[in-house]
């Protein structure tokens, strides 16, 4: 799974390795942080291998799958892919008045084109009734208008999900899509410093407390079980009721 180093990437990680799962986890550039899931994997008695490729860059793809295909051969396992969860992206905050051509081409190369180009790479190596998971974000559901060409890119993933669910139906691989909403990890812990800064974002949600990455892990773990299996084309708000 891609961008698997912390927060959301992380719990998910962790949870399908308890699942059972041998889980690629891959990286941008925080090695630190890619060490500490291993770890934190191997601790709850998982199986998992480090991949870093900067996604974002042309070859970014086929450098990913390069260094998973290694990564199996060294350790004995067959070739093949069952699970692709897509959750690496960035963030740019800017309104329409504030967005330049620049960071709105980086969003779209880390946000979209990776995850299209990492699936159909992927999807020579996956096996009939595999799982593809993405990850969007709810900013596609409300009105973020300072979060324009995020929430712009987080959209292409969920129109490709679609598309992508009705065309590999015929080979039993499910495609869906999770939106979380505000989750409490390391890089948003700027927004939470004072009580009255969590007790806003918290309120957010109607079950009134911000959400953890186990809460995403959980949904992403059952849309990549078998007990999903009737489930494809969806989009899942994993937000808490966000702005209900």
Do not use: C
């Amino acid at each position: 799974m891609t961008g698997a180093s912390r927060g959301i990437g992380r719990g998910i990680a962790r949870r399908l390795a308890r699942d059972g799962a041998l889980v690629a986890v891959h990286y941008g550039g925080n090695e630190p942080a890619a060490r500490e899931t291993l770890a934190l994997i191997e601790q709850d008695g998982g199986r998992a291998f480090p991949v870093q490729v900067e996604l974002g860059v042309p070859g970014d793809a086929e450098a990913v799958y390069r260094r998973f295909d290694e990564a199996l051969e060294g350790l004995g396992e067959r070739p093949g892919l069952d699970i692709l969860v897509n959750n690496a992206g960035m963030s740019v905050s800017a309104s329409i008045h504030e967005v330049t051509s620049e960071n709105f081409d980086r969003l779209v190369a880390v946000n979209a084109k990776a995850p299209l180009f990492l699936i159909q790479h992927g999807l020579r190596r996956m096996r009939d009734g595999g799982r593809i998971v993405n990850v969007s974000s709810v900013a596609t559901r409300i009105a973020f208008p300072s979060g324009v060409p995020y929430a712009m890119t987080k959209g292409a993933v969920e129109t490709l999900t679609l598309a992508l669910a009705k065309e590999l139906g015929e080979r039993g691989i499910t495609v869906n899509v999770v939106l979380p909403g505000f989750v409490a990890t390391d890089m948003n812990a700027r927004r939470r410093t004072t009580p009255e800064a969590m007790a806003e974002l918290a309120a957010m949600s109607v079950f009134d407390r911000v959400g953890d990455p186990k809460d995403v892990a959980d949904i992403v773990a059952f849309l990549a079980a078998d007990d999903s299996r009737w489930i494809t084309g969806q989009r899942i708000d994993a937000s808490g009721g966000t702005q209900l």
